[in-house]
């Protein structure tokens, strides 16, 4: 089935019965609303987060309930706040925002609205990576911004409908005529591009990108079925081979920087050879959205596994040694490289991303009888900074006794961000959590 042409609306994107009429009591988020305070669609905790407000926004309340009050925020949009993070405009410490063009706030890059989230869904697909991006849709068609598109960067090991994980996250999502504006497969292993199968089935896609790397009959029959998508009625575009890139225009609010992807040429040197190779030529996406930037990795290598972390090897030391490919690491969040595996994450690669935010994409498959990720190598993420906090869509698998055909689970992970703030909303099977940082 192929759908018509469209933009994908989120269902937690609810609408709410606007206040009738009336201003309401005015409050002013207090400063103890770290990063920001989430608006939900109902007065619980674990209620579906509609926005996320800086400290200072003035809003309005109409009704209360225990512990929540329903409130309008600038941009007119309704929801309810924990009650503790709403003060008085008079309120000691309070300093509200000056409104700045209605529903903009100063704090935010000038050009992106507070309300312009975009969103990144790390879908639980067991061992493998299937992730969805969503940018903001203002509204206005074509008008170069805040287009509403989507992009997907691999989906996971599992080609039929009744198995994909991702297909299953994304569809009850997506509108009817719902346009994958981007399909990338990072490299083609077995838990990351069988799963684009059913994206390719069941939506339009416009552009498709890989690193060109062949890797035997079934990826091959993949590339037919890719050939055969179509994009409002026009073939897909095959961007095959980091050369043929160019430059994507997913909105002018988003940069985005394709840092890497090869062999560039047969025969490139420090690649590794047969699957540490087919790792390495891994697509390596950074985008940037106002202040905030996220880095995806796909299964990128910097090391063999017993080589010294301190010394980098393959892709990452290929990027590190070009200076405008290092300069651009440094990123809010980073999808770790190759589900945490021992074999990526070398010290000098994690010092130059220097996240605050570490993404974990893994499942119970064991390699070589190891699962991933390896503890050592979260370590040398909290061993760089203690504050960071580490996400998995593996959480609580090994505990909970899951194998490979039952460690998809609902663990996602759902990160939004205005340009401003970055908000990271994970479960552990479909029940929302909080994780720890990685402690001192
Ligand atoms: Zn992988």
Request: negative net charge; glycine residues 10%.
């Amino acid at each position: 089935m192929i759908r018509r042409a469209g933009a994908i609306a989120l269902a937690l994107a609810l609408a709410l019965p606007p206040l009738r009429g009336q201003t309401g009591e005015p409050f002013v988020v207090r400063p103890s609303a770290t990063p920001c305070l989430v608006v939900r669609s109902a007065p619980r905790s674990d209620a579906v987060p509609l926005s996320c407000i800086l400290a200072g926004t003035a809003v309005s309340a109409d009704s209360a309930v225990p512990f929540w009050r329903r409130i309008r925020m600038p941009d007119g949009t309704i929801g309810w706040s924990a009650k503790k993070f709403l003060g008085a405009p008079s309120e000691a410490g309070i300093a509200p925002l000056p409104a700045a063009g209605g529903a903009a706030g100063p704090t935010t890059p000038a050009s992106i609205p507070d309300s312009a989230w975009l969103e990144i869904h790390v879908v639980d697909v067991g061992q493998g990576d299937g992730i969805w991006i969503s940018t903001w849709d203002d509204g206005v068609p074509d008008n170069g911004r805040f287009e509403g598109r989507n992009i997907v960067i691999d989906g996971g090991p599992d080609a039929s409908d009744q198995r994909n994980e991702f297909l299953k996250y994304i569809l009850p999502r997506a509108h009817d005529g719902a346009v994958i504006d981007a399909l990338i497969v990072t490299h083609p292993h077995n838990d990351h591009y069988p799963g684009a199968r059913g994206i390719v089935a069941h939506f339009d896609v416009c552009d498709y990108y890989d690193p060109d790397t062949p890797n035997g009959p079934d990826f091959e029959r993949f590339m037919h079925e890719v050939g055969a998508a179509t994009c409002r009625g026009d073939p897909v575009r095959l961007r095959r081979g980091f050369p043929n890139f160019g430059r994507p225009d997913w909105g002018s609010e988003l940069g985005v920087d394709f840092l890497w992807s090869g062999p560039i040429t047969a025969g490139a040197p420090g690649m590794g050879s047969g699957g540490t190779r087919i790792n390495n030529a891994s697509v390596v996406l950074k985008l940037t959205y106002g202040t905030q930037s996220f880095l995806f990795t796909g299964d990128a290598e910097g090391k063999e596994r017993a080589d010294d972390p301190e010394r980098p090897r393959y892709a990452e030391a290929l990027m590190l040694a070009d200076s405008a490919v290092a300069s651009k690491l440094k990123s809010t969040l980073i999808k770790v490289a190759h589900h945490g595996s021992e074999t990526s994450s070398t010290t000098p690669f994690i010092r130059a991303v220097d996240p605050r935010f570490v993404i974990v994409s893994s499942g119970r498959r064991a390699y070589s009888g190891t699962f991933l990720p390896d503890s050592a190598t979260l370590q040398r993420y909290c061993a760089h900074n203690s504050q960071i906090r580490i996400y998995r869509t593996d959480q609580n698998d090994a505990a909970e006794g899951r194998t490979t055909t039952t460690d998809a689970d609902a663990d996602h992970i759902v990160i939004r961000t205005n340009g401003t703030v970055t908000v990271v909303q994970a479960y552990s099977a479909g029940q929302p959590y909080d994780p720890v940082a990685c402690g001192p």
